[in-house]
């Protein structure tokens, strides 16, 4: 390989932008058989597969900007309009793989299985005529005038244009370890800074939460900053762990709490168990019912709000009430601290679970850094970004893959064409 000749089009990163890049670069390249992609793993795909559960969720019938973070909105929508969801099922539906779409929009395969996904990728990239060049782990890039030099465990590799599809630094087994944001670096952008995203919120060691371990309920969380100011509201459903907070809206919060607690470390997490009303409104019935059920205990109160095991815990916990209690009972600060407790618990989170649980990255290579009609670099030509390596992060629902077949598919056309 160290003499090989040189190609005109190198994806380095066969995941799902560097995929959907290859496919596309190959068909509109003159010579396809010049473009391949190289990845340092054994067996392609494998984040592809472990995705949505091993169903991999393709992508949402409703995709907006809004739906992502990182990266200015109106330079994330320039992207994602070359290339939209209708086009994502028109895509997959030539290569065979019918796309079904949820009670909440989300679009997975109808088989059910991600191999279904990955397997029509491979197939893209085949019928394109491009080579994928698996257990090519790339180690080093350095730009000479007219082409780069890629380090490989099989020899020096040299091409004309270079595509850049290496993803971020979540589930890094897989191969997204965060190397490559060296080469990016190196050939003149910079990173905003990265954190893991998407990713379960651990409490305190022995929070009593985590005694709630299994249950699901649905909730708003909030992030308040040291002052209390709310900067970001998530509502869906909340999964109590042995370790802390799982499921959709933790996932969800987890980039904006992270964000503003490495800035504000007093940054508090929110637990409103009662989506949608207000302390004050819960107040108010409360004192209604301590007039007309006086006698009855707190918890039996509580069970018409949440569910009974989560009742228990959240007033002798939570409140720190004598659960028993009749209602009649409680002090005014007591019952504030009930009210407290079912619509703003602050919830102790100490850390992330950190990328080796993470779905996503959040930041990365600036999108101002780069030319959005064609995925080009701006500081250096002929080199082309796309997916997670760069700074955008989508929500859970089947964004990010949209974010990387629409960035992955404009990065290789525009590398084959310009
Ligand atoms: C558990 C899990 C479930 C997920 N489920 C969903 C879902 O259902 N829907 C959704 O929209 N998103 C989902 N995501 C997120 C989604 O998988 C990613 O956003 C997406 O795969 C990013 O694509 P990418 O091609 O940019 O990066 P990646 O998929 O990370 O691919 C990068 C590739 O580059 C290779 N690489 C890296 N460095 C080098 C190097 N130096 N040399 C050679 N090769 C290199 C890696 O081996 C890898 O194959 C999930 C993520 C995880 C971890």
């Known amino acids: 390989m ?144 007219n082409d780069f030099t890629l380090r490989t465990p099989h020899g020096d590799l040299h091409t004309r ?63 308040a900053s040291s002052t209390g100011k709310i900067t970001h509201r998530q509502t869906g459903s909340l999964l109590m762990t042995h370790f802390g907070l799982s499921g959709p809206a933790a996932m969800d919060i987890s980039r904006h709490w992270i964000a503003s607690h490495n800035t504000d470390p007093g940054t508090q997490l929110l637990i409103n168990f009662l989506p949608g009303r207000t302390f004050e409104q819960i107040e108010t019935e409360l004192v209604e019912l301590t007039e007309s059920h006086g006698s009855a205990g707190i918890t039996s109160i509580l069970y018409d709000y949440v569910q009974r095991r989560l009742a228990h815990t959240l007033a002798a916990d939570g409140a720190d009430v004598d659960p028993t209690t009749p209602m009649a009972q409680l002090s005014k600060p007591q019952r504030r601290a009930v009210v407290k407790a079912l619509t703003a618990l602050p919830v102790p989170v100490v850390r992330d679970r950190g990328y080796l649980f993470a779905e996503v990255t959040a930041g990365g290579v600036p999108l101002a850094e780069i030319n959005l009609a064609t995925m080009e670099s701006r500081t250096c030509p002929d080199l082309y970004l796309c997916g997670e390596i760069l700074d955008v992060d989508g929500r859970i629902g089947g964004y990010n893959f949209q974010w990387a077949w629409a960035s992955g598919r404009l990065a290789g056309m525009s590398a084959a064409i310009g």
């Not at 320039?78 to 086009?87: N, Q």
Request: charged fraction near 20%.
């Open 2 to 145: 160290a003499n090989s000749p040189p190609y005109d089009i190198l994806i380095v990163g066969a995941g799902a932008a560097g995929l959907m890049a290859t496919t596309f670069a190959a068909q509109n390249a003159d010579s396809s058989n010049k473009v391949a992609a190289l990845d340092g793993a054994k067996i392609i795909g494998a984040k592809i597969l472990v995705s949505g559960g091993g169903r991999c969720n393709v992508t949402h019938d409703v995709v907006t900007p809004n739906d992502f973070a990182g990266s200015k909105r109106n330079q994330i929508a320039k992207v994602l309009k070359t290339f939209t969801a209708d086009d994502t099922v028109t895509f997959f539906a030539d290569l065979g793989v019918k796309l079904k779409r949820e009670d909440t929009g989300k679009l997975f395969p109808t088989t059910d299985k991600a191999q279904t996904v990955l397997n029509a990728l491979l197939k893209s990239v085949n019928q394109a005529g491009a080579t994928i060049l698996n257990e090519h782990r790339v180690t080093k890039i350095s730009r000479t005038d």
């Open 161 to 223: 244009k270079l595509i850049l599809a290496t993803g971020g630094k979540s589930l890094p087994k897989t191969g997204s370890d965060g190397l490559a944001y060296g080469f990016a670096i190196s050939l003149g952008h910079t990173l905003t800074q990265t954190t893991p995203a998407l990713v379960p919120l651990v409490l305190s060691d022995g929070h009593w939460l985590t005694r709630l371990s299994g249950l699901t309920a649905d909730v708003e969380l909030a992030v």
